[in-house]
């Protein structure tokens, strides 16, 4: 079998994890954690949006910030891109208080910035602008009270959007698809963290790496998984999400896994990745909110 990574400077190489994902944070201190990868398709979203909703089942309150011009976590969650007011751009680029462009979901402590199309454009809009990378940094500041936990879904790319999010993150989850060619770019990403680490976000780290899509009937995806491990032996998350139709059917439904089939593999990996999550996080638990029950209602 043809190796699984490319002889190209753009790989990620053996020794680049440092092996610590010390994610302890000072008391107080809101975990911000971008989902970030710039190779397209490899579960960014799915990853970010069944996180963010499996957090608001567990009691968490969460901010889920769609940094895509794609829109596709905002459309995830059954929020119509076309139709959303303010979003992500006006925020970027106008200086739109974040507070103002929050829409709120119909999962209780859930709230999301939406994107939309116009996102596309900020990338050269900011180009000159002061401050352009910091930008989301300084509009969460204010609000990061609210919140047990800001997500951020990052397009897959490593411009001033993807920069925004690791600017303003403490944490970056990788995801990481079990297919060929996976870590090929992954050593731009790291040096792009180690960039933004050194020069704008010193608390910035690697939080995890999550395998995603792997199909158990391939020897190409153990391969990959071990091969990924090879590169960060101790940041990979014991989890590892199958691929499954039902992860790649709940967002035509506009939900989340959890929520269109509760009981299926891929709810129960994300599940176990989000248990892990809140673990390396040190986020503490929460009270699980009261749902409407009839149980006990009869004599
Ligand atoms: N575990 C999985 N099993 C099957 N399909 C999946 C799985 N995870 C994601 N998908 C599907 O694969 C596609 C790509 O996933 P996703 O949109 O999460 O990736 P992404 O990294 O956010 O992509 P982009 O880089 O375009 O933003 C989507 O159609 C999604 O529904
Ligand atoms: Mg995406």
């Given at each position: 079998?043809?190796?699984?990574?490319?002889?190209?400077?753009?790989?990620?190489?053996?020794?680049?994890?440092?092996?610590?994902?010390?994610?302890?944070?000072?008391?107080?201190?809101?975990?911000?954690?971008?989902?970030?990868?710039?190779?397209?398709?490899?579960?960014?979203?799915?990853?970010?949006?069944?996180?963010?909703?499996?957090?608001?089942?567990?009691?968490?309150?969460?901010?889920?910030?769609?940094?895509?011009?794609?829109?596709?976590?905002?459309?995830?969650?059954?929020?119509?891109?076309?139709?959303?007011?303010?979003?992500?751009?006006?925020?970027?680029?106008?200086?739109?208080?974040?507070?103002?462009a929050i829409e709120s979901t119909d999962r209780p402590g859930l709230d999301l910035v939406a994107s939309t199309p116009t996102l596309a454009g900020a990338e050269i809009e900011l180009v000159e602008a002061g401050g352009r990378e910091t930008r989301l940094r300084d509009a969460l500041a204010g609000?990061?009270?609210?919140?047990?936990?800001?997500?951020?879904?990052?397009?897959?790319?490593?411009?001033?959007?993807?920069?925004?999010?690791?600017?303003?993150?403490?944490?970056?989850?990788?995801?990481?698809?079990?297919?060929?060619?996976?870590?090929?770019?992954?050593?731009?990403?790291?040096?792009?963290?180690?960039?933004?680490?050194?020069?704008?976000?010193?608390?910035?780290?690697?939080?995890?790496?999550?395998?995603?899509?792997?199909?158990?009937?391939?020897?190409?995806?153990?391969?990959?998984?071990?091969?990924?491990?090879?590169?960060?032996?101790?940041?990979?998350?014991?989890?590892?999400?199958?691929?499954?139709?039902?992860?790649?059917?709940?967002?035509?439904?506009?939900?989340?896994?959890?929520?269109?089939?509760?009981s299926s593999r891929g709810a129960e990996a994300y599940e176990a990745f989000v248990n892990e999550l809140t673990t390396r996080l040190h986020l503490p638990p929460r009270p699980r909110p009261v749902r409407e029950s009839t149980e006990g209602d009869h004599p």
């Amino acid at each position: 079998m043809a190796s699984v990574t490319a002889a190209s400077p753009v790989v990620a190489q053996p020794g680049h994890d440092p092996g610590s994902h010390d994610a302890a944070r000072p008391r107080g201190v809101v975990p911000i954690v971008a989902f970030a990868n710039q190779k397209g398709g490899v579960g960014k979203t799915t990853t970010a949006v069944n996180t963010a909703v499996s957090l608001a089942q567990r009691g968490y309150r969460i901010l889920l910030i769609d940094a895509d011009p794609q829109g596709n976590a905002t459309s995830s969650l059954g929020i119509d891109k076309l139709t959303v007011g303010r979003s992500i751009y006006d925020v970027l680029v106008d200086r739109l208080p974040l507070s103002e462009a929050i829409e709120s979901t119909d999962r209780p402590g859930l709230d999301l910035v939406a994107s939309t199309p116009t996102l596309a454009g900020a990338e050269i809009e900011l180009v000159e602008a002061g401050g352009r990378e910091t930008r989301l940094r300084d509009a969460l500041a204010g609000l990061l009270p609210r919140y047990d936990i800001v997500l951020i879904d990052c397009p897959p790319s490593l411009g001033l959007l993807t920069v925004n999010a690791l600017t303003a993150a403490r944490s970056v989850v990788v995801p990481i698809q079990c297919e060929f060619l996976a870590l090929e770019g992954l050593g731009q990403l790291m040096t792009t963290v180690d960039l933004v680490k050194r020069g704008l976000n010193p608390p910035l780290d690697v939080t995890g790496v999550l395998m995603t899509m792997f199909d158990a009937r391939t020897r190409l995806s153990a391969h990959v998984v071990a091969e990924v491990r090879r590169y960060f032996p101790h940041r990979m998350f014991g989890t590892v999400v199958p691929r499954s139709v039902r992860l790649a059917e709940a967002p035509s439904y506009g939900q989340a896994i959890v929520e269109y089939d509760p009981s299926s593999r891929g709810a129960e990996a994300y599940e176990a990745f989000v248990n892990e999550l809140t673990t390396r996080l040190h986020l503490p638990p929460r009270p699980r909110p009261v749902r409407e029950s009839t149980e006990g209602d009869h004599p």
